[in-house]
């Protein structure tokens, strides 16, 4: 089974519409990432938390909210979703121990209309 | 702010060849840089992690070199084939700009031909 999933894979969802995205690790990492990816701008941040009690606003988080629910669980959410949230969406994690080497899910694209 | 620059944006070359990839970025003071390969529309799978105290990584035909001071890293792909298509990323962890999150650069995409 894959360490970090994210639900659901793919998602197409009208303007002004509430969703959330999911992610699960497996990998008993206490930090997790949200990030979107577009053509020609690469990997942005939207938010971060380094554990349960801890989450931070990263470069891109206007639109979005999250929720850390456990330690292996981390949702982002659009309040209402606007066609430029139109990207690929990334969950990642972090080993905070030893290393800090991110380990990334299989991504959720979105699609706004 | 940290800026990571990958140089060629994209390159082609012909199966069997050895090859470069670049990444430097502007703060030296990092916790670990580490390379990244995507598929299309895909996640992202680690390839090497060089912590900052090291020089270099390898695992099998790849080879990742660091050099803090000259804010630079390289990725070797050693006799390259079609399946080593992909878009390859860097990303550096900073201890002082961004500290405890990566910044990422924008990718080299790299075409084997047959």
């Known amino acids: 089974d894959a360490d970090v999933t994210q639900t659901p894979r793919n998602r197409i969802t009208k303007t002004g519409k509430r969703i959330m995205l999911e992610c699960s690790q497996t990998k008993g990492h206490d930090r997790m990432y949200w990030y979107r990816q577009d053509p020609g701008l690469g990997l942005r941040l939207i938010y971060y938390?380094?554990?349960?009690?801890?989450?931070n606003k990263g470069e891109i988080s206007d639109g979005y909210s999250v929720s850390r629910q456990a330690q292996a669980k981390f949702s982002l959410s659009l309040e209402s979703a606007i066609p430029n949230q139109t990207a690929l969406y990334f969950c990642?994690?972090?080993?905070?121990?030893?290393?800090?080497?991110?380990?990334f899910g299989p991504g959720t694209r979105l699609t706004v209309t | 702010k940290q800026e990571v620059t990958q140089i060629p944006a994209a390159l082609s070359v012909p199966e069997g060849e050895n090859l470069v990839l670049n990444c430097s970025f502007t703060?030296?003071?990092?916790?670990?840089l580490q390379w990244f390969r995507q598929d299309p529309g895909k996640g992202l799978t680690s390839l090497l992690l060089?912590?900052?105290?090291?020089r270099e990584q390898t695992s099998g035909r790849l080879n990742a070199s660091l050099d803090k001071s000259s804010g630079r890293s390289t990725l070797y792909i050693a006799a390259s084939q079609p399946g080593d298509s992909a878009t390859y990323l860097c990303?550096?962890?900073?201890?002082?700009?961004?500290?405890?999150?990566?910044?990422f650069g924008d990718g080299t995409t790299l075409t084997v031909k047959p």
């Open positions: 938390s380094f554990d349960v009690k801890d989450i």
């Open positions: 060089i912590q900052s105290s090291q």
């Open positions: 990642a994690t972090s080993d905070d121990r030893v290393s800090y080497e991110q380990y």
């Open positions: 990303a550096v962890k900073g201890v002082r700009t961004n500290a405890g999150k990566s910044t």
């Open positions: 703060d030296s003071a990092i916790y670990n």
